[in-house]
């Protein structure tokens, strides 16, 4: 279930305040800067922003 793009818009990476994007086929929102590249989970359409449950870029 993709999240409403006013949403999107308002958040932001935790680790670093860059912007995020969605990518649905994950289930994740990801920081789009280079140096962090954190990815958040969304359960049940609710993102996840927190830094302990982030997965790091590969």
Do not use: K, N
């Not at 999107?8 to 994007?21: D, M, S, T, V």
């Not at 359960?43 to 302990?52: A, M």
Request: proline content about 9%; some cysteine; aromatic content about 2%.
């Amino acid at each position: 279930m993709p999240l409403e793009a006013s949403l999107l818009e308002i958040l932001a990476c935790p680790a670093c305040h860059a912007a995020l994007r969605e990518d649905t086929a994950a289930g994740e929102l990801i920081c789009t800067a280079e140096r962090c590249g954190l990815a958040y989970p969304v359960r049940d359409g609710i993102p996840v922003l927190l830094i302990d449950e982030a997965r790091r870029p590969a």
